[in-house]
């Protein structure tokens, strides 16, 4: 029996459903390998009964809290895919102000008391709701990775993502380092996986796969200084993706 | 002078056309020096206007044409019962303008890799690779070559160009390098005025250097040696991001991960390895999930011991050849090795240099290719325990493993990986042997998901079994804690078995679990009761209400003053211990209270033996190669091994 598997979305512009969609005439092989039941952006048809769950967004209403429990419920593997689900990503940078002043910012004066599509709190990365079982990083998703992630989970192994930051994959690119150039990086932070895709083209990494670990602030200060750099510009780019409060 | 010591000299223009000829010919991949932005890389060439010979370094040493960053190893098809087939490329390749510095790092790669155990896929590349050196021109500002004596050579190169002017001078390292020029350039002999300018290059490139070494490379070992437990690692390694950008660029840096990946088709897929680093928390990490090099001060500090003493005291070089690459690619600039060495100067030094290595030499015996598997059924599969099961493998070719108690095997499972597990049978077993196996990682789960009849790959056996010469006509302590029981079981079968029984003493086993439901093999054990001169002692740490366990309770420790044992026979004697880390600290007291000596004493550990033959570089103890000098030590090889049984 093949796994059924549905893709849903919350909180997410859904453009790393679409990257699986880009998948073209390898989706074919992906059909073959699991039933997809419900998959918005290129089939109408849904069903509440499947085996994975994989689900793109963040989760900012109440209603998302519940729509996601009972999927949770209902799958035997929950996996989050992309930024927005796995980390929060880039919804999390209205986190620095109040809902309500994020609310007013947007939508002006309209009264919008009681009405559940915009009673938004603070935003959740998936794993701050529910339990996730895998994670499929990036804004958008690496489709390499995700298919490795996919036959790894048919093949009962554990898909292994790194733990190493996106240094490594820069190194063996044999790129410039961005910080040579006058560029802050978030890269030696950033775990990897994407391939270094944005040092490649010349851009800094902005962490969207997520900060593997604070480093110790000596070693922050040492680069700071080393390449010129300021504090407050390596907070903004951290905030990009990777806002968290305690840290502000 | 090389050993040809013939040298012709080429006009530049000539030399252009020579490289033009190389590329047009066809017959090679030509790479060279070539300008990416502000910086150099080793690249395809696709004419000679590219050539910079001129470059002070390059972003990457020219090691990625002989162990790629990615490098595939072996295809295989899930669907087809085909055999895997090695990927060796065989593509004959001119790199052009290696620096002295990144030849004599080739050259160390060529000992580590071209060992007793060759690695096919590097020794092919290695095999179709020819290199035209380059005396350096410009020097960059991190290197420090002239303290490492690197910034010449006078071998390792099949041609060497030294810029004069408005020729080149050609020292022909080789014959393969000989021939080259026979057949694509133009060249006259040099005349001796022409060869004097030679080393008025090199001269003026040695006067560039602004970095230097305190102390000659030949003291960097002593300076080591005597400062495992300095402050200095401390202090430096809390500056460390943890990318290993260091270990990525560094030319003599050899360590590998193998990896499987499998096409959405779930058909074909392939194993593959790529680089990997010391300096990342999961280098040492086994399936169970322990790392053994957990604090970053380790991880920092292994680099600098690698590099200066375990490698020189086993293969005789310091692995680092004074490129600077490392420095550069450093954002906290904490992985200078010139730097380093230089602080550690004002301390003390030691002459007891090779204290990290084990001295006496193990026979590795040399086999065919290292990374395909053989063919090996599983025969009988039996449950012991709700997490470990009992496998019976036989290889495809009926033949018997011929492994030794306490060697392993890497079990492999094709779009899964390997993963290294010791051997539980003795080798009269043949030609079936069997394996314990705990369901922790990938592998293991996989494997318990397999059927008899099933098929799976083998490698190996690898490392050192037991020393059961050392055993003969003395008394034996084994002491199994937990899974360690699995490879003793080997030893205990061989040295009960009636045909051996009588080579060896008094026996005693002591084996300890956490619960009775984790114990293992109890039947053999009461089978062997009728054995004369026999003891077994079983304990578990707790036994849960309602569990059965007629035998003691208590940690395997407790068991000692249950043993009769006559101090006098101490010297007599010989004790093996194989359980968890944890376990060898408390079970080595409890033998040294007995008065056993201590190269009495043999412990099996356990790493992250990855490759088995001693390159991937993951189940380093310090200076040890696990999967080659262990799984099996004595205890005083290892007891002054700071990273051994902490």
Partial sequence: MKPRVAFFDFSSCEGCQLQIANLEEEILDLINLVDVVSFREVMKEHSEKYDIAIIEGSIMRPMDVERLKKIRKNAKILIALGACATIGGINKIRNQWPPHNVKREVYGDIDLEGNPYFDAFQTKAVDEVVKVDYYIHGCPINRDEFKRIITSIVLGKNPEIPTYPVCVECKKNENICLFELGKFCLGPITRAGCNAICPTNGSPCEGCRGILKKPQIECVMEILKRYELTYDEMKSRCKMYNYAKEEC | ?646
């Avoid at chain 2, 390792?156 to 020029?181: A, H, P, R, S």
């Avoid at chain 2, 007629?550 to 007599?572: A, C, R, V």
């Fill in chain 2, 1 to 646: 002078m090389s050993k040809y010591n013939e040298v012709k000299t080429i006009l530049k223009n000539d030399f252009n056309i020579f490289v033009d000829n190389l590329i047009n010919s066809g017959e090679f991949e030509v790479i060279g020096v070539k300008s990416k932005s502000e910086r150099f890389i080793f690249d395809k060439l696709e004419n000679s206007n590219q050539l910079r010979l001129y470059y002070d370094v390059t972003i990457l040493p020219p090691k990625k044409y002989f162990l790629p960053p990615v490098e595939m190893l072996i295809n295989f098809d899930l669907k087809k019962s085909s055999k895997p087939k090695e990927l060796i490329d065989k593509k004959p390749r001119i790199i052009i303008g290696v620096h002295p510095y990144d030849i004599v790092a080739i050259e160390q790669m060529d000992k580590v890799y071209l060992d007793s155990q060759k690695d096919d896929f590097y020794k092919k590349r290695r095999d179709n690779t020819i290199i035209i050196g380059s005396d350096i021109q410009n020097v960059s500002k991190r290197s420090f070559a002239l303290s490492m004596g690197t910034n010449v050579v006078e071998s390792g190169f099949d041609l060497l160009l030294t810029d004069i002017g408005n020729k080149y001078i050609i020292t022909i390292g080789t014959k393969k390098g000989k021939n080259l020029i026979d057949q694509f350039a133009s060249v006259r002999e040099s005349k001796n005025s022409e060869i004097r300018k030679i080393y008025k290059t090199r001269n003026s490139a040695a006067l560039q250097y602004k970095r230097k070494t305190n102390i000659q490379k030949e003291e960097w070992s002593k300076y080591l040696a005597a400062n495992f437990d300095n402050t200095l690692w401390e202090e430096r390694s809390n500056k460390c991001l943890e990318c290993s950008s260091c270990t990525m660029v560094c030319p003599t840096c050899y360590c590998y991960d193998v990896q499987d990946s499998v096409s959405l088709n779930m058909s074909e897929g392939v194993r593959y390895r790529t680089w990997d680093g010391c300096l990342l928390r999961d280098f040492t990490k086994i399936g169970s999930g322990e790392i053994f090099r957990e604090s970053k001060i380790s991880r920092y500090r292994h680099r600098f011991y690698r590099k200066g003493n375990y490698l020189r005291e086993r293969y005789g070089f310091v692995a680092c050849v004074g490129c600077g690459r490392c420095g550069t690619a450093c954002l906290p600039d904490i992985a200078d090795p010139c730097e380093v060495i230089n602080e550690l100067s004002q301390f003390d030094k030691t002459e007891d240099t090779n204290k990290y290595i084990i001295k006496e030499k193990t026979k590795t015996p040399e086999k065919g290719t290292i990374h395909i598997p053989q063919n090996a059924t599983i025969k009988q599969k039996k449950e012991l325990t709700y997490r470990e099961t009992l496998f019976e493998i036989e290889l495809d070719n009926k033949k018997p493993l011929g492994h030794k108690p306490g060697q392993f095997v890497e079990v492999s499972i094709f779009g899964t990986g390997e993963a290294p597990i010791s051997i539980s049978s003795p080798p009269s077993d043949k030609p079936v042997f069997q394996l314990v196996v705990r369901k922790v990682g990938n592998v293991t789960s996989k494997l318990f998901t397999l059927k008899v009849g099933d098929k799976i790959g083998i490698r190996g056996p690898f490392g050192n079994g037991f020393d059961i010469k050392a055993m003969e006509g003395k008394d034996i302590i084994f002491v199994c804690a937990g899974l360690g029981v699995a490879p003793l079981r080997s030893l205990i079968k061989h040295v009960t078995n009636n045909k051996n029984r009588k080579r060896f003493k008094d026996l005693k086993i002591l084996y300890g679990c956490r619960e009775p439901n984790e114990a293992m093999f109890l039947d053999e054990f009461d089978g062997l009761k009728m054995l004369d001169d026999f003891t077994c002692k079983l304990t578990v740490d707790n036994c849960p209400k309602g569990e059965c366990w007629e035998y003691d309770i208590g940690l395997i420790t407790t068991l000692f003053p249950k043993i009769d044992f006559e101090k006098k026979k101490s010297k007599d004697t010989v004790a093996i211990i194989c359980g968890p880390p944890i376990v060898y600290k408390f079970v080595i007291k409890s033998l040294k209270d007995l008065n056993i000596p201590d190269k009495n004493i043999f412990v099996s550990l356990e790493r992250r033996m990855k490759c088995g033959v001693g390159k991937c570089g993951h189940c380093q103890i310090n200076g040890v190669y696990v999967c080659k000098e262990g799984p099996v030590f004595r205890y005083d090889q290892v007891k002054e091994l700071p990273e051994a049984l902490e």
